[in-house]
C-alpha cells in the first residue's frame, strides 16, 4: 500500500497527531487534506456483557474538503488503510468502510465525514482457508493467522497467563497456546469467516478481545495477575501488570455521568458444539461428473447400459495389459483395467427400452482381458490398489465404522450382466483393504503404526447374484443401528487425522472347480457409516451437549444460551470441534490460576457467570481527560463508588477534544 493523504491536527493540550490514509497499489505523492473539528473520533462496542468474545471499534474521520475524494472507497475492505498517530505512536488502525458517502454536490468546502471499521473488524469478510499441511492447527498458531489476517500493523497484542497443562507447568512458565490444538476441519466444513472463528478461540478461554490504543488486548475478566506483551507476530514477550487509575485523578472534561443498573443471571447454560460430519467419505457426485464413453448391450428383453465417468473426488487406479498404472484416456470403455466410475442401468421388459432409466451409481473393477486372461495376481502376492477414498480430518474415538454395499461378479466377457447364465454356488469372496487414520492402519482387529491390509468379505447364495459385504457385528458390540462390516475405535487414546480408504484389485477366478471365471466385479451402494458408542446422552440437538447449572432460587434469571464451536470432549466419540491437548482430547484438565485447579472450560464459563451475576452489576459512564493511563485491563476506582471497583467496558474517544466518554463495569 501506498499513503495517499494525511490529515494533521492537535488536541487541547497540544499533542500532535496525524491521521494517515494508504491505498491499495497506490505509489505517488502524498495529499495534506484539512481535518474538521472532532477530526477523528473512535467509538468502541458497548454490550452490557462483560464475557463478550470481541469488542471492535468504528471511526470517523471528519474532513473539511471540496473534493469528493472517491478514491477512498472500494468494494474490498481492506482497500484503504487508516492509521491514526499520536506524537508518533500508532493509536487506532483500521480500513475506511466501503460504502457511498453524502454531501453537497457544489464547488465548495464542506464537511465530509468518512466512516472506518477497525482492522480486527475485517475479519468478518474474509473466509477460512486450511492453513496447515496436517489439518490440525495450534490455538496459538491459529490466533497468529487470524490476527496476521487482518493487516492492522499492530504495536502490541496482550495475552493473559491464565492457563496451562497442569500447575507445574504453570508455574514453568509453559505457554499452553502451543499445545492445545483444533482440527481445522471445525472452521473449513462450515465455510466459517476468520471473525467466527475468533469469537469461537475467544468463547472457549471466557476471554474478550479490543482493539484498542493501536494494539489488540485479550482479556479475561477474572484474572488480575500478569500479561504477556507480544509483538504482532507473537515471536517474542515481555512480562506487563495490570495497573490501576482513579477517575478523580485523571480528571473530568463533561458532565454527561450516568449510572445504570445490569441485570443478574442465576441460570446459564451452555452449547458445546459436536461437529460431526455429515458424510464419512467425501462422495462423489455422480450426476455432475463428465462421460468418458460408455456401452450399451441388450438381449431380447434384457439392456445393460453403461456410462463411464471421469472422477473428481476418488483416486481411480488405471492399469495396462502388464499392470502399469496409466492415464486415463479420453474415452473408456469395458476394457480399462483397474477401477472406474459407472452409472449402470440394468432393466427387463419388452419393446424399446425406456428413456428415463435407473441409474445405480457403481465402480466397475476389470480383472481379466476379453480372452480370460488374468491381469491381476492374487492378492496375497502382488496387490495394486483399485480405488482410493477420503474422509474427515478428525478426532476418532468410543465408536465405530461399518462399511456396507454389494459386488457381482459377471463372467461375460464384456462385463455384462445379462449375458451371465444360471449358477446356483454360494461364495465369500475376499478383497483386500486397507483403512488408514493419520498414522494408524487397521489390522483386522485393532490399530497399529505400520501398514497393513485387512479383508473385507462379499457373501451369496448364489454367485449369479449381488453379494453383499458380510457383517462382523457381534452381540456385545455397542453400536446400535451399525451393520456391515465393523472397524472399532479406540476407547483410550484418540486417533487423530484423515480418514482414507482403498480397495485393491484381485484376480478373478470364483468357483473355480466347476469352471466358473469372473472378469472382474461391479461395486454399488458402497457405504461408511459411524456410531458412537451406546449410552452416551448429549441432551442437545445433533449430538450437541449441553452444560449448566442447578438453580435452587424460586425465581430464575436465565442468560441467553451461550455456543462454543470450539468445545471439550466429554465422550462425544469422534469429532473435530473438540480441542487436543498434546495428543488426547481437552477434557475437564485444563489447569486455570483463577481457580488453581484442574477445569472443564464449559462448566468454569458457566462458573465465571454465575459467580460475577449472581448480584446486580453497575455500569458507569463517565466523560474524562484523555490522559493515557486506562487500558482495557486497567483497574480503574471512582472516590464516590466506595469499594467498588470497575473496568473499561467502552466508551467514545474524540482526539482532537481530548476526551473519553468512558462506559465502565463493575469488577469486583
Not at 478461554?205 to 488486548?217: H, I, Q, V
Not at 443471571?265 to 455432475?288: G, I, P, Q, R, W
Not at 484381485?506 to 466385479?521: D, S, W
Request: net charge negative; charged share 25%; hydrophobic share 35%.
Amino acid at each position: 500500500m501506498g499513503q495517499r493523504y494525511t490529515i494533521p491536527f492537535k488536541d487541547f493540550r497540544n499533542n500532535s497527531y496525524e491521521v494517515r490514509i494508504y491505498i491499495d497499489g497506490y505509489s505517488g505523492t502524498v495529499s495534506e487534506l484539512r481535518g474538521a473539528p472532532s477530526a477523528f473520533v473512535v467509538t468502541g462496542d458497548d454490550e452490557g456483557f462483560i464475557y463478550q468474545p470481541v469488542r471492535t471499534s468504528t471511526a470517523t474521520i471528519n474532513i473539511l474538503d471540496k473534493n469528493l475524494l472517491l478514491d477512498l472507497f472500494s468494494v474490498n475492505s481492506q482497500y484503504a488503510s487508516v492509521k491514526l498517530y499520536k506524537n508518533g505512536v500508532l493509536t487506532w488502525t483500521g480500513y475506511i468502510t466501503p460504502e457511498q458517502f453524502t454531501q453537497p454536490y457544489l464547488p465548495t468546502i464542506d464537511n465530509i465525514s468518512v466512516d472506518c471499521v477497525s482492522a480486527i473488524a475485517t475479519l468478518e469478510n474474509i473466509k477460512y482457508e486450511q492453513q496447515t499441511e496436517s489439518g490440525f492447527i495450534t490455538a496459538m498458531e491459529l490466533l497468529r493467522y487470524l490476527i496476521s489476517s487482518a493487516h492492522g500493523g499492530y504495536e502490541s497484542v496482550y495475552i493473559p497467563y491464565v492457563y496451562a497443562s497442569s500447575s507445574a507447568a504453570y508455574s514453568s512458565g509453559e505457554n499452553v497456546l502451543d499445545k492445545l490444538r483444533f482440527a481445522e476441519e471445525n472452521f473449513t466444513s462450515d465455510e466459517l469467516m476468520l471473525d467466527e472463528v475468533l469469537t469461537y478461540l475467544m468463547q472457549f478461554f471466557s476471554w474478550t478481545l479490543y482493539d484498542y490504543e493501536g494494539s489488540l488486548y485479550i482479556i479475561d475478566a477474572d484474572y488480575s495477575g500478569q500479561y504477556r506483551k507480544y509483538n504482532e507476530a507473537l515471536t517474542s514477550y515481555t512480562m506487563v501488570s495490570v495497573n490501576d487509575a482513579t477517575l478523580q485523578d485523571i480528571g473530568f472534561a463533561g458532565s454527561d455521568n450516568t449510572i445504570d443498573v445490569l441485570p443478574g443471571y442465576n441460570k446459564v447454560t451452555v452449547k458445546a458444539v459436536n461437529d460431526v460430519f455429515e458424510d464419512l467419505m467425501v462422495n462423489e457426485d455422480y450426476d455432475s461428473l463428465e462421460w468418458a464413453g460408455g456401452s450399451s448391450y441388450s438381449d431380447k428383453d434384457k439392456y445393460d447400459i453403461k456410462r463411464f465417468l471421469k472422477p473428481k473426488e476418488w483416486k481411480m487406479y488405471y492399469y495396462d495389459q502388464n499392470r502399469h498404472e496409466t492415464i486415463l484416456s479420453t474415452n473408456i470403455n469395458d476394457n480399462i483395467f483397474g477401477a472406474v466410475l459407472m452409472k449402470e442401468a440394468l432393466f427387463t421388459g419388452g419393446g424399446d427400452p425406456p428413456g428415463d432409466y435407473n441409474w445405480a451409481d457403481s465402480i466397475q473393477m476389470r480383472s481379466a482381458t476379453v480372452d480370460g486372461v488374468m491381469v491381476f495376481d492374487e492378492y496375497q502376492k502382488e496387490t495394486l490398489p483399485a480405488f482410493t477414498m477420503r474422509g474427515p480430518n478428525a478426532v476418532w474415538k468410543d465408536g465405530a465404522i461399518g462399511i456396507s454395499g454389494s459386488m457381482r461378479f459377471p463372467s461375460d466377457s464384456r462385463m455384462n450382466y445379462i449375458y451371465d447364465g444360471d449358477m446356483n454356488i454360494s461364495a465369500n469372496i475376499p478383497y483386500a483393504c486397507s483403512l488408514k487414520i493419520g498414522d494408524k492402519y487397521w489390522n483386522g482387529s485393532g490399530w497399529q503404526s505400520s501398514f497393513v491390509r485387512f479383508e473385507i468379505v462379499f457373501e451369496t447364495d448364489n454367485i449369479k447374484n449381488w453379494a453383499n459385504v458380510k457383517s462382523t457385528k457381534t452381540p456385545d458390540m455397542p453400536y446400535s443401528g451399525l451393520s456391515g462390516h465393523i472397524i472399532t475405535l479406540p476407547s483410550d487414546v484418540p486417533i487423530i487425522g484423515e480418514l482414507e480408504f482403498t480397495m485393491y484389485c484381485r484376480r478373478q477366478r470364483v468357483a473355480q472347480e466347476v469352471g466358473f471365471i469372473a472378469y472382474g466385479a461391479i461395486l454399488k451402494d458402497f457405504r461408511f457409516e459411524y456410531k458412537k458408542k451406546d449410552g452416551i446422552i448429549d441432551e442437545g440437538e445433533d449430538g450437541d451437549r449441553l452444560y449448566e447449572n442447578v438453580v435452587n432460587d424460586k425465581f430464575m434469571s436465565e442468560l441467553d444460551e451461550v455456543e462454543f464451536g470450539i468445545s471439550s470432549y466429554n465422550a462425544d466419540g469422534a469429532s473435530y470441534s473438540k480441542a487436543l491437548l498434546g495428543n488426547d482430547f481437552l477434557t475437564d484438565n485444563l489447569y486455570s490460576a483463577i481457580e488453581d485447579k484442574l477445569v472443564r472450560p464449559e462448566e468454569a464459563f458457566i462458573r465465571r457467570v454465575i459467580n460475577r451475576y449472581k448480584a446486580i452489576q453497575i455500569k458507569l459512564t463517565q466523560v474524562i481527560k484523555n490522559d493515557g493511563s486506562i487500558h482495557p485491563f486497567t483497574r480503574l476506582y471512582d472516590k464516590s463508588a466506595v469499594n467498588k471497583r470497575f473496568m473499561l467496558l467502552s466508551g467514545v474517544w474524540d482526539y482532537e477534544r481530548n476526551n473519553i466518554q468512558l462506559s465502565m463495569v463493575e469488577n469486583g
